[in-house]
């Protein structure tokens, strides 16, 4: 069935550096690729998305890139900063229709200053 | 505009007992899914509901169940309780029943089976 596997599961940086979350899905038709972020006792929220059509988007520190030909998407955050430390998802339509979205299992991203 | 709203926020229950849930998107919103949160299985997708129709479902079991009002409010319904159900319910809303749209999330209700 439909998956999403999301890389790593942990990640620790300094403040200031980069940090790149890496995801990739298996079901061709998936044409809706939103990252969202989770603070601890919060709600997902979106941070950013992309579509089927587009190769690379950008919200000034964060960027995602798609590679529809390997199935694979990734987050890019630059200059990170404590208050970007929470637990990141990137997730993948089920298919063209519907609102329906796979998840990857998760990456918490730790910001230490 | 208010956010999407669910209630109650926390439930314990009991097991073999039976739970419902309520969720109330966003006004305007007519595209209501849900999900299940847990620690080892992340977030998975239960179904989806759009006009008060189910329009697409997950792989849960059928003691898993659902269903859309005419004002698009949500209810989930869980019977027969197991201990694994202790999860955190999200629903979140959208605009439309067609992909690439942002999907808003409540703040979820934190279900506990003992």
Redesign the interface.
């Known amino acids: ?1 439909e998956n999403v596997e999301q890389h790593p599961s942990t990640l620790s940086v300094q403040e200031g550096d980069s940090a790149v979350i890496k995801c990739t899905y298996s079901d061709s038709a998936s ?2 690729f ?1 990252w ?1 972020k989770q603070e601890l006792g ?5 941070i950013i ?1 992309i ?1 089927s059509n587009v190769g690379e988007k950008k919200d000034q520190r964060i960027a995602v890139t798609l590679n529809k030909t390997a199935k694979h998407f990734s987050l890019h955050i630059t200059e990170t900063q404590p208050e970007d430390s929470a637990v990141y ?1 990137c ?1 993948a ?14 990456t918490t991203l730790s910001v230490s200053s | 505009k208010a956010g999407v709203t669910q209630t109650p926020r926390y439930l314990i229950k009991t097991r073999g007992q039976q739970v419902t849930l309520s969720c109330s998107p966003i006004s305007g919103h007519r595209s209501v899914s849900w999900y299940q949160q847990t620690p080892g299985q992340g977030l998975q997708f239960l179904f989806e509901y759009f006009s008060e129709t189910q329009r697409n479902k997950g792989n849960f079991p059928g003691r898993f169940s659902g269903r859309q009002f005419s004002n698009s409010r949500s209810e989930m319904n869980v019977s027969t309780l197991e201990l694994g159900d202790s999860a955190l319910y999200l629903c979140a809303s959208s605009v439309r029943w067609t992909g690439m749209n942002e999907q808003f999330f409540g703040p979820g209700t934190r279900l506990t089976v003992l």
């Open positions: 069935g044409n809706y939103p969202y919060k709600r997902p929220q979106l998305d579509r998802f997730a339509s089920r298919g063209q229709a519907g609102t329906a979205l796979i998840f990857g299992k998760g």
